[in-house]
């Protein structure tokens, strides 16, 4: 039976960390029935979100999306932390007794929770963990497979890095060239059906992942376009961050930053650094193993902003950093896949 | 039933990676029987590596150990990758059905292991994981207590950071100074009978693991001397270094090197950065997360060179870096506290 999705996201749709409902309706296959959402109901998704392109319903309850024949509940928010809270778990116990499977990218393993797991067992349904670790990780060989590395990295987190990386990779399909995009975040994977969740392997392993993701990679073509998790400058996530940064050693950095933000979003007061500072950061890291990489392009998230703004914000960009700006979400990944020198 | 050691190293007792065996007979306070190592066989440990200080034997098997009254089996060795492997389980084996409990700070789980759970429980006894993460981990809060921390960091692991660490928390202590050292591995866990292995942990928890550590320290005293991990120039670790940094928020750095050291140990080619430039790379670090601070010594490990040899490669490296240069394994902890200017 094929899945069909109702995307939960516990009141948040139209907040930034719903990045998983967003992403999932914008870039995957898969048929999505409708949003759960009891702030948002009664809109559709890409009304409020017009990131999200799909107008799907968007409906207060997991009864509703029962009725609509959705079968599997996916948890659409990456929540700070990643933990399942107890009014996630009543939607949850709520959609296995509807027969529905769930799908999560959490913290938070839902198979190795009891309770959950009984209830699933009992309806005969599955509980998907996105993030959970593959068998026999550890730390990187020292030899990188001959394939060309784009990898984004970022001013903060959920800001665009996997939307950018999408972008990028569908960009490059449509020219013609053998490329793939590498998932390394629970909504990437939900999107591509492969890859690993970096930020969920114990931390020694997180550049043993990021060279794994590679060599898998590197499998399907010669062109890889690695996601980038996090941000140096997160208080929390910059492990995760240099840890891919190391493990996946790229050959082209794309900076990614969403116009505006003047401090990381989940810790107000910590600034980020200017844009030229953040290039000469995260070429510095990549040199500290022997693997030098240059940014050559930015990304800048526009939304929010109406096209005129947008154009300004990406020619005061270019302005600051003296390298291309442009928006892919917002106008394509064309330009941005020029500035990067691939072909 | 107090603890009767017996340190395994399978080989390596002799290895730097024994470091685990290394800091239990220097540093740590409980009963050591003997080493269990085939290769050193014979001789007494302090003749082997005088940095362990104590003349226990060397056995060649568990078998020995046993007759030697040891009720504890340690896994001595912190092996690149962190696994048991087939040679070591079949020691480990032997031990419990020997009766001994089984110490072990891998990522292989003891516990989780089928086979070792079903031997312990026959046996009655314990399957200790110093590197199990405890309970409740997560991100950190913006805030850090108002302590003062000192975090050694390193141009690469195995170097000899904790030691470094516990010179100085012994330093502090003579003087008067109410400090605590804070361990962050599974040898500083063995020793000081507290901590979290970060290396261990969920990536996106580490700087969360790290934070929870301080906030423990501070209940124990106002200076807290926190254990570094890795180094940022480390193919495989860097990202647990750059976790655990951002996460302890420490007010003063001790850059730790081990004399002579070119490349990465586990990563020959890889070159260490000049002395300079990692004092740079390190301070830059913690800015990016506004909480700058400064190197203010370099503890250099002058193993395997003569006093006089040490003494000149210490003026060397002053000379280099502008700071001072000490090895507090060698010569105590004093000089190097001194220069930290806490007082």
């Known amino acids: ?11 948040q749709f139209a907040d930034s960390h719903a990045k998983t409902a967003h992403g999932i309706l914008r870039y995957g296959e898969r048929e999505v029935v409708c949003v759960v959402d009891e702030t948002s109901a009664g809109s559709t998704a890409s009304d409020v979100v017009p990131y999200a392109r799909r107008a799907v319903p968007i409906v207060a309850g997991v009864e509703q999306a029962a009725a609509l024949g959705a079968n599997v509940l996916v948890i659409g928010v990456a929540p700070f932390g990643g933990a399942l809270t107890d009014e996630w778990r009543a ?15 959490l913290h938070t393993v839902l198979a190795e929770d009891d309770e959950l797991a009984a209830a699933a067992a009992a309806s005969g349904v599955e509980l998907r963990d996105l993030r959970a670790a593959p068998p026999g990780l550890s ?3 020292a030899e990188r497979p001959d394939v060309t590395v784009v990898h984004t990295v970022g001013s903060d987190c959920a800001i665009g890095k996997m939307s950018v990386t999408l972008e990028l990779d569908a960009a490059a399909r449509a020219r013609g060239l053998e490329s793939a995009f590498v998932a390394t975040g629970q909504t990437g994977i939900a999107i591509a059906g492969w890859g690993i969740a970096v930020d969920h392997v ?13 060599h898998d990679g590197a499998s399907r073509a010669p ?4 996601e980038g998790q996090g941000a140096l400058g997160h208080p929390a996530y910059s492990g995760v961050t240099l ?4 493990g996946a050693k ?3 950095l794309v900076l990614c930053h969403r116009a505006g933000s003047t401090d990381i979003d989940d810790y107000p007061g910590v600034p980020i650094r200017p844009l030229p500072e953040l290039i000469s950061i995260y070429e510095a890291a990549t040199s500290w193993v022997d693997h030098p990489a240059k940014v050559k392009a930015i990304a800048v998230n526009t939304r929010g902003l109406d096209d005129d703004a947008a154009r300004a914000e990406l020619e005061r960009v270019r302005a600051e950093t003296g390298l291309l700006a442009a928006d892919p979400v ?3 990944g064309d330009e941005l896949l020029d500035a990067l020198g691939l072909a």
């Open 202 to 214: 114990i931390s020694d392993f997180v550049a043993g992942a990021a060279s794994r993701l590679v």
């Open 139 to 141: 730390v990187p060989p």
């Open 1 to 11: 039976m094929a899945d069909r999705l109702a995307l939960f996201t516990g009141g």
């Open 330 to 332: 917002r106008f394509g």
């Open 223 to 226: 062109l890889l376009f690695v």
């Open 250 to 252: 790229p050959d082209v």
């Open 91 to 105: 939607a949850v116990l709520e959609a296995i007794r509807a027969q529905m499977s769930v799908e999560a990218g």
């Open 243 to 246: 840890g891919l940064l190391h």
